[in-house]
Structure formats: C-alpha cells, structure tokens
C-alpha cells in the first residue's frame, strides 16, 4: 500500500487518498471518505483475500480519521457500471479442507465487519445494482444503507443454493434489520429482493432514483448523521420463546416440503441456529460460525458450488463482447411451444412477433402469456408494456424485420423445409434463423436452403418458463457466427446456452431417455411405479421417472423413444398412447392424475432398497453421457453434466453424472490407495 498523501497535520482540510489495486480510497475536504470497490481485472465485483485486506486498511484509515477528527463519515460504493458487490469469491472457498481453516478465515472477516459496525463516524453503503451473499453482509454491517430504484438492484441472501447460509454474521444483522420472519425467508429462499421490496423490508433506509444521485444522498445522510432503525417491537417479539419455536417449526415444516434435509442441510441447519440462539444476537454471532463451518466443506456443498460454476461456464460459451445484439424475434407457431417461447421473449424485454394459419390460436397464445406477465411485472403499466410488445402477425410480416426468427411448428420435415426456403428470401442479413425442432436433423431441415449455414437450432424445454437450458444445436454446416448469436440470444432471455452438435435426441433427450425407457421396463416387470419414484427422490432427482414421464406426455415419450430406437412395439407406453392416455395432460397415463398432481398409493419402503434402486435407476443416464462425450456432442465432460443438471434435474448435490460416478470411484478406490501406502 503507498500514501498518495501523508495528513499528519489533523487539522488540514485538503484530500488524502491511499493507492490500492481493488479500492479506490479517497477523503474528501469535508472529511468524508470514499471507498470505490472495483476489483481490477474482474467484470465484477467479489470479496476475496486481497479485496478484504485493502478493506481492511481503509478501515485503519477510518479509525484513525475518526480519532484525529480529520474524518466525518464513511461511504462504500461500486466502481463497477452494472453491479455493487456479488458475494465472496467462492473459488477460494476449495481451498478449506477442515472446519478449522474455515474458522480461522471468518475470525478475520467477522473482526473487519464488526470493527465497521463500531466506526464512531457514519458508514453508508450506495447500492446500485446487485448486492448478494457476503456483498449484502457488508452492507448490514454499516450504519445506513442508500439503494437505486433501477431494475437491476436487488439484494439478497443466494448461499443456500450453495449449500450453505450467511456466515459472516448475515444472519443476525438480517433479523435485527427485517426482522425474524423476513430475514429467515430471505435466507432459506435464496430469492432476489428488489430495492423497492428491500426499503419495506427494512434491508435499505433510503431509495434514489440513479446511481448518479447515489453519491450526493449519501454525502447528505452522512452530514446528517442518519442510522439505521431496526426491526420494531412486534418483530423482536417473535425471537423470543415460545413465538420462536412456533416459527422455527414453521419455517422446518415448509422447507421439507422443497427438498429432503440429507440432500440439502443447509437451511434445516439455519433454522435449527434461529431456533437455538435467535433470541440473543450476540449468542446467534458467536453459533453461526460453529453450525457455518461443518456445511462450507460438505460434500453437498462443493457439488452445489461446482454446479453455479456450470452455469458460469454455460454462459460463458455466448462472447461478452459480440456487439450484435437481439431486440426484434418473430416466432412461427403459435401452440403452446411456440407461444410460451414467444411469451418469454417479451418478458426478457424483447418486441415479438407471434405467427401462426390460425388466428384464433395466436389469441389463445397470446392470452396464455397473461399468467407469465402477472408474475413477472409488478405494475399495470409494466403488464400493459408487456402485452404491447407481443404482437399477432398472421401474415408473418414481422419476419423481416427480426433479428431472431424461431419455427415452433409441427414436426414434419417437408413443411418445414418450404418454410425456411420461404424465410430465407424474407429475412434480413445478419438475422438469426433457428428451428424449435426435437426430432429432426438440422442438416435435412436446412437442404433446400442457398445458404444452408444459416439454420441452428434453438431448442427449448416445456415448460419453456421454468427450464433455464437452452439447447443451441450446431449442424454439420452451421456458421459459427450463427451459433454463436444464438448463444448470445439466449443469455440475452435470461436462460443457459448449452450447444450441442445435431444428432438424434441433442444431448438432453437423448441422455433422458434411456433413463425413462428403463424405468418403464422396471414398470412392466413388476416393480411398483411409486416405488421406482420414490427412489430416484430419494437418490436425488426432483421428480421419479414414471411421474415425469406422465407430466412431458406420454405421447412425447413415445415419439422420443422411436427416434432413439428405445420403444419396443406392444409396450405398456404404446399401449397407453394408443387408448388416448397421455398422462397429465389428459388426466390419466401411469397414473391418475387429478388437480394437477398424481394419485399415488401411500406405501413404505426400507431406506436401503430405496437407496440401492436410485442409484441403479440413474445408470443409464452415466452411460449415456458417457457416451455422448466420446462422441462429442457437446465440448467437455463438464458441459455435459451441465446440460444433465440444468435440463433434466439431475440431483445438483451431487454435481452432474459424470462427476458423480469420478466421486463414487474416488471413494471406493480410497481404501485400497490407503491399504497400498501402509
């Protein structure tokens, strides 16, 4: 660290600043210090060591300032355009292999947050744009907390997703602001609150309307002395037993119904800490780091945070800097597929086009997207903006002029073909020209084409609002470029780009399949179809394959399936088909379905077979990422358990396939490596 400037005479009004390599440090004549966090070389900002160490020494320049009185206050803001702080820098978290080491680091980080919180002179955090995990810490820990109302503000507690919860006294600074029932919600969701959400909350004191206002509201707020006010009476009484227990039992009794407590501890172990020690902030401190440091080097955990790099690698596979970028998309069919691709698009900010023979199913479509807009926009304003930018175009006119064109229609080659030898003479230069297809080679559908480079694949899952994969499918004479833009379209709808080379089945279904195929052989074998469920719930996966395939339609399945060469003639799934019993969709297939979910027979079943039948159920889907990876459907192994992760839910814990069956042969190979060594 070197002194630009050396204040030694306490009474001298003019700036100081110290050089740092992530912080910008300056105080100003009033003696107001700025903190401008900008990690160099990184698009965003995180709290690793060095970051945390120059803030470290701000703080000794603040103590000092506020002792000599040659400082009045404190302000932390961002330097970086688009975001404030987005957590810790969780690669240094593989770096802790004993709860010991986590300790030992989190004294240190836990001594600078309260050393801020004990600054005699006001702290004040600008907020603008997204303050998450240790980010969000930070900010609870200083004195008043200022926020723009721009969309893309939000704040929020993500660690459960990584298998752990606040551990840098997050958790009792967010009950003492928000209160227990606010703050335990925000913890154990993981969900993003915006800063108009957050001000009710009590999280932020203050809202302005930009960032360039951020700056002079918090110089005011420091002249002026202004703190936080914390959660009010009513709220502190929930702390207190027996209300505590109340609520804890609550909070346990809603969170198993989301996931299973040895599949994910993490918020089963928040509560437990509130239950035990939430009526004393001070005891609730001094625990979290006890019950924090078992979960940081769980097994659950580092496969939790191997999956969030997956999705950083997805979306790294679309160039930051392509200047191309969408706003125009005209999507071609407008059934369900087609309507909700064209529904989301609008909802990511996007004009849409909605073409289809029928008039009257581009307004069914149309007004199916109500649902989706209700919540996705807050006001009528918004909603009414939304519906504006979703346009029927019969005649497909807006072709012309998008720069993404989508054809969701049905799966026959021939029709599809005139089509895109149709659009190909419409559609402007540089425009992107994609196919929804599931089924059909990318190759056969672009042969008539001049220019047969052009068509990729989109590929999108159903329901199309809740799959964050996309698969962007390459054929054999896809320009780069093309997929590329697709890449970038994607990410651009807030969904994960996975491309992937144009065979039967892409990489999802194609790794899917097999696994439903012989889940249903297991069916017509004999064994149970709630059991075989149950124990792929049990290995992890989010829904037992038989219930899945009731809930895709079993007519989907079965089409799928002749496409692989998986379905058997006279089978129980072709039976069903046959006798028009599709699954959810028309209310019976495997099972009898009704309100929308599955009538199942309440059974039991020993944990150990449960165990040893989940885990033979998921063999198919490692052989076939095995396989798909020999043969290079997508790039690396770890795309490919990204795109099993992300597309068909596989149990993120365990950290894709192919990384689950590595982990499995490391355990099994440890005994005899040890037996070898002695």
């Not at 709290?47 to 945390?52: C, E, F, I």
């Not at 602001?177 to 800063?195: D, E, F, K, R, W």
């Not at 997929?483 to 996975?498: D, H, Q, S, Y």
């Not at 399945?557 to 496409?563: D, F, L, S, W, Y």
């Amino acid at each position: 660290m070197a002194h630009e400037t050396d204040a030694e005479d306490a009474g001298e009004p003019r700036e100081s600043k110290l050089a740092f390599r992530d912080w910008h440090f300056s105080v100003d004549q009033e003696g107001i210090g700025w903190a401008i966090f900008d990690r160099e070389g990184q698009s965003a900002n995180a709290l690793g060591t060095r970051p945390l160490q120059e803030l470290g020494e701000i703080i000794d320049w603040a103590e000092e300032g506020a002792r000599r009185r040659t400082m009045c206050g404190l302000v932390i803001l961002s330097g970086k355009e688009k975001g404030f702080i987005v957590g810790a820098d969780i690669n240094e978290f593989e770096s802790f292999e004993s709860e010991a080491q986590v300790i030992d680091r989190l004294r240190l980080v836990l001594s600078l947050f309260d050393r801020i919180e004990r600054l005699p002179i006001p702290v004040v955090a600008g907020i603008h744009g997204v303050c998450v995990g240790g980010g969000f810490e930070l900010v609870l820990a200083c004195h008043y907390r200022i926020a723009t109302r721009d969309e893309g503000t939000r704040v929020g507690f993500p660690e459960v997703k990584l298998g752990i919860f606040p551990g840098w006294h997050g958790t009792a600074r967010s009950i003492r602001q928000a209160g227990p029932v606010s703050a335990m919600q925000a913890m154990l969701t993981g969900s993003m609150i915006s800063a108009t959400r957050a001000r009710a909350m009590g999280f932020v004191d203050e809202l302005v309307a930009s960032r360039g206002a951020l700056r002079w509201a918090a110089r005011k707020a420091v002249l002026k002395k202004r703190k936080s006010k914390p959660a009010g009476l009513a709220q502190q009484l929930l702390t207190r037993w027996p209300a505590r227990a109340l609520l804890a039992k609550r909070m346990r009794d809603e969170t198993k119904k989301k996931a299973r407590e040895a599949h994910y501890p993490a918020p089963f172990r928040l509560i437990d800490l509130f239950e035990q020690h939430g009526g004393d902030l001070d005891a609730l401190k001094a625990a979290e780091t006890r019950y924090f440091a078992p979960l940081l080097i769980s097994e659950q955990s580092r496969n939790l945070r191997r999956v969030f790099k997956l999705s950083e690698l997805l979306k790294a596979q679309a160039p930051k800097d392509l200047k191309w970028k969408p706003l125009r998309v005209h999507v071609i069919g407008a059934g369900t597929m087609g309507a909700d691709i064209a529904g989301w698009c609008v909802a990511s900010g996007m004009e849409v086009t909605l073409q289809d023979l029928s008039a009257e199913v581009i307004d069914k479509g149309i007004k199916a997207q109500g649902k989706l807009f209700a919540r996705k926009f807050k006001t009528k304003a918004q909603r009414a903006a939304a519906k504006a930018r979703l346009i029927a175009d019969p005649t497909g006119a807006g072709a012309s002029r998008a720069d993404v064109i989508i054809e969701a229609i049905v799966e026959r080659l021939d029709i599809k073909q005139k089509l895109f030898a149709d659009l190909e003479t419409r559609i402007k230069p540089g425009a992107v020209l994609a196919t929804n297809t599931s089924s059909l080679e990318i190759e056969a559908i672009a042969a008539p084409l001049k220019d047969p480079g052009r068509l990729i694949g989109i590929h999108f899952f159903n329901p199309v609002a809740q799959m964050p994969l996309v698969e962007v499918v390459r054929g054999a004479q896809s320009h780069e470029e093309d997929v590329t833009k697709g890449a970038a379209f994607i990410t651009a709808i807030g969904k994960f780009p996975l491309v992937a080379k144009s065979v039967p089945g892409f990489l999802v279904n194609r790794i899917l399949a097999p696994y439903m195929m012989q889940a249903m052989a297991r069916l017509e074998k004999g064994e149970e179809k709630e059991k075989i469920d149950e124990a792929a719930r049990t290995f992890g996966m989010p829904m037992g394959p038989i219930e899945l395939a009731d809930a895709v339609g079993l007519d989907v399945c079965a089409h799928v399936g002749r496409i692989l060469g998986l379905s058997p003639e006279g089978s129980l799934l072709q039976r069903l088909v046959e006798a028009g019993k599709l699954g959810k969709k028309t209310g019976e297939g495997f099972y009898v379905w009704k309100d929308g979910r599955a009538e199942k027979a309440e059974k039991s079943y020993a944990a150990a077979d449960l165990e040893k039948l989940g885990r033979e159920l998921v063999e198919p889907i490692i052989s076939e990422a095995e396989r798909a990876l020999d043969e290079g459907v997508v790039a690396s192994a770890d795309l490919v358990d990204a795109g099993v992760v992300f597309g068909t839910g596989f149990a993120p814990f365990r950290g894709g396939p192919l990384h689950y069956k590595a982990s499995e042969q490391a355990v099994a190979a440890a005994p005899e490596q040890r037996n070898a060594a002695e």
